[in-house]
T-cell receptor, first 114, second 113 residues
């Protein structure tokens, strides 16, 4: 079965430090992977996606994600965290078995401390 | 201009009532979606719809029904509301195709008492 896992419910990072939010996936075939961010009381916003090509994908707000096929991972990263990055982050993968709907991770709460 | 809008933002109602949530997108997208986000923030796809096909998540009760008067609108009707329907409902839209990202509305917080 196709799935996405975000192994950390919460990640705490000091402002200015690098951050990583982890995501692993299990799909048959080529994965199409996405990261979204949800600020409190808001809808989800698209950050970036991996379709093919360069394993390092750059997205909005200075975020990037690294696709690793051998480890089936797509970790979200940022070199220097801001307090305003505090939010809920979702990883998703295209479900090739079900009319291409997205399979969503459970979300990781990112807390950036001043 | 708001890309994906939903009304109302908050909806408080009693068990057994019937209610609707409206969604509109001005992005010219072909596909629209309804999601349910529960109190633990889990996202569950309920429906996806384009002008050709309605795809229903088989776990969604038939009390929920999407209605699309045109390509830019996908409304959600809920009959006989239950306590367990309390959640935040998000509408989203995307271009057709496997690699298109989705754009979300601000959400409707439904509380059933």
């Amino acid at each position: 079965a196709q799935s996405v896992a975000q192994p950390e419910d919460q990640v705490n990072v000091a402002e200015g430090n690098p951050l990583t939010v982890k995501c692993t996936y299990s799909v048959s075939g080529n994965p199409y992977l996405f990261w979204y961010v949800q600020y409190p009381n808001r809808g989800l916003q698209f950050l970036l996606k991996y379709i093919t090509g360069d394993n390092l994908v750059k997205g909005s707000y200075g975020f990037e994600a690294e696709f690793n096929k051998s480890q089936t991972s797509f970790h979200l990263k940022k070199p220097s965290a801001l307090v305003s990055d505090s939010a809920l982050y979702f990883c998703a993968v295209r479900n090739l078995d079900s009319n291409y709907q997205l399979i969503w991770g459970a979300g990781t709460k990112l807390i950036i401390k001043p | 201009d708001t890309a994906v809008s939903q009304t109302p933002k908050y909806l408080v109602t009693q068990m057994g009532n019937d209610k609707s949530i409206k969604c509109e997108q001005n992005l010219g997208h072909d596909t629209m979606y309804w999601y349910k986000q529960d109190s633990k923030k889990f996202l569950k796809i309920m429906f996806s719809y384009n002008n050709k096909e309605l795809i229903i998540n088989e776990t969604v009760p038939n009390r929920f029904s999407p209605k699309s008067p045109d390509k830019a609108h996908l409304n959600l009707h809920i009959n006989s509301l239950e306590l367990g329907d309390s959640a935040v409902y998000f509408c989203a839209s995307s271009q057709a195709g496997q690699v298109a990202e989705q754009y979300f509305g601000p959400g409707t917080r439904l509380t059933v008492t």
